[in-house]
């Protein structure tokens, strides 16, 4: 099991440059995890993409439904205290270390794109590229 955070999930489902990563990661490693958030966080996504024009409501809801099957099982909750000393540590969100607490948790890697994670916490994330 791999923690992934939204943006490796809206790669996945959203078509673009690194879509194929996602995929091949998939593949690779097909037991992804993620903090409760990562729901809310994709939802924004699509909603973006909804104004945009570039996807429609249903293709948003249609979206939303099949990474929540994809996820199933591999959400979890985090512990606040532990999402606080890695703030207190870094210069990242609160959101992005929910993702680093979880895999820290799962004793697993975080695969991300956020530079700042990756920098931040090399011993517990993994670039999407170097997966």
């Given at each position: ?19 194929a990563?996602?995929?091949a ?7 992804w ?18 104004r ?33 000393e890695l ?11 929910e ?11 975080l ?21």
């Amino acid at each position: 099991m791999i923690v992934v955070d939204t943006n490796v999930i809206a790669h996945l489902y959203l078509p673009g440059e690194y879509t194929a990563g996602a995929e091949a990661l998939l593949e690779q490693a097909p037991e992804w995890a993620a903090p409760i958030l990562w729901r809310s966080e994709f939802r924004n996504i699509l909603a973006g993409y909804m104004r945009r024009e570039l996807i429609s409501f249903e293709q948003a809801f249609s979206l939303q439904r099949e990474a929540e099957s994809l996820l199933g099982g591999g959400e979890f909750e985090v512990d606040s205290l532990a999402v606080l000393e890695l703030v207190r540590g870094s210069d990242c969100s609160a959101y992005d270390c929910e993702f680093v607490a979880l895999a820290m948790r799962l004793g697993t890697r975080l695969v991300t794109m956020d530079r700042k994670l990756l920098q931040a916490f090399p011993e517990h994330a993994v670039a999407l590229s170097g997966y």
